[in-house]
């Protein structure tokens, strides 16, 4: 599955750009399937090397804000041998923690 499609990619928000906001909208949401771990994109960079750095709420072992990367999301193998995938029909909404 592509997690990052040139339509995502033109709605995400560069990194910092939402700093001070009392809402954030996530853009998109990645999701194990063979877990709970839940990332929703509120921000993100491309990098130099084609890598994206994005900041957004990780659903996990704990609910917090933080940074990760396509790379390591891409990188994931959940436990039925499945990777990370991005929900078709995520539509874009206001989160908190």
């Known amino acids: 599955m592509e997690l990052l499609t040139d339509e995502i990619k033109a709605k995400i928000p560069g990194l ?3 700093d001070g906001a009392e809402t954030h909208t996530a853009v998109c ?3 194990d399937p063979s877990s709970s771990w839940t990332w929703y994109v509120v921000e ?3 990098q130099d090397d084609g890598n994206w750095v994005f900041f957004g709420l990780v659903e996990g072992f704990e609910r917090e804000w933080g940074y990760f ?3 390591e999301l891409q990188g994931v193998t959940g436990s039925l ?3 990370i995938e991005r929900d078709l029909y995520f539509e874009p909404e206001a ?3």
Do not use: M, P, Q, V
Request: net charge negative; hydrophobic share 40%; charged share 15%.
């Open 16 to 18: 910092y750009s939402t």
């Open 29 to 31: 949401k990645f999701f």
């Open 44 to 46: 993100g960079t491309e």
């Open 69 to 71: 990367s396509l790379d």
């Open 81 to 83: 041998g499945l990777g």
């Open 95 to 97: 989160i908190a923690l």
